[in-house]
């Protein structure tokens, strides 16, 4: 069984469209997170919900919503895409935010055209 | 504010070679760091995770050490494999369960 897991793994999608990317996991952490990779493979965190509760929103986009309807799910959803969205967004997970280990899923590769 | 920063951006080794890979990073104030590696294509799969009260931390081949006064861990991969090529990456864990992230190491081990 995966760990964390992504779909869709990739997204082609038309400037000015809504789109949104699911992750679950079934690890039972409370944490999880979403981190983007930019072209030169640079890794930013954007949010990181405990618990269904926002907890790092890292000065991302308005146009960028997260929702967590529960502890094992963390949706992202983007509105009005633009060509610099482009990127691989990667859901990550941990116990707890304080000193635990993080686990990646497989990253949602967003081509916007 | 925290960087992260890896040398080299890139290492090509002869399979066999020992090798270490370095991570800094500039605020000592951490809760742990981990390495991670990333093959093309792929998410990321966690190596070793230190926390910031240990010196090293150690897993088959991999042994990563922590020195955060000086702002410094290092990877050490022994008897290196082809297998063993891929991104390596670093990153400090600060408040609120961020990660930070150095820009990689890509590594190639040639046969």
């Known amino acids: 069984d995966t760990a964390v897991s992504q779909t869709p793994k990739y997204l082609v999608t038309q400037m000015g469209n809504d789109k949104s990317i699911k992750c679950e996991q079934n690890?039972?952490?409370?944490?999880m997170y979403w981190y983007k990779q930019d072209s030169k493979k640079f890794l930013k965190i954007m949010f990181s919900?405990?618990?269904?509760?926002?907890?790092i929103n890292e000065t991302v986009p308005n146009r960028f919503s997260p929702k967590s309807p529960d502890k094992a799910h963390l949706n992202l959803h983007i509105n009005s895409l633009e060509l610099g969205d482009s990127a691989v967004y990667f859901c990550?997970?941990?116990?707890?935010?304080?000193?635990?280990?993080?686990?990646f899923g497989q990253g949602t590769r967003l081509t916007v055209v | 504010k925290q960087e992260v920063t890896q040398i080299p951006a890139a290492l090509s080794v002869p399979e066999g070679e020992n090798l270490v890979l370095n991570c800094s990073f500039t605020?000592?104030?951490?809760?742990?760091l981990q390495w991670f590696r990333q093959d093309p294509g792929k998410g990321l799969t966690s190596l070793l995770l230190?926390?910031?009260?240990?010196r090293e931390q150690t897993s088959g081949r991999l042994n990563a050490s922590l020195d955060k006064s000086s702002g410094r861990s290092t990877l050490y991969i022994a008897a290196s494999q082809p297998g063993d090529s891929a991104t390596y990456l670093c990153?400090?864990?600060?408040?609120?369960?961020?990660?930070?992230f150095g820009q990689g190491t890509e590594l190639s081990v040639k046969p």
């Open positions: 919900y405990n618990n269904k509760e926002l907890i």
């Open positions: 690890l039972g952490h409370d944490t």
């Open positions: 990550a997970s941990s116990q707890d935010t304080g000193r635990t280990e993080a686990f």
């Open positions: 605020d000592s104030a951490i809760y742990n």
């Open positions: 230190i926390q910031s009260s240990q």
């Open positions: 990153a400090v864990g600060v408040q609120g369960g961020k990660l930070i």
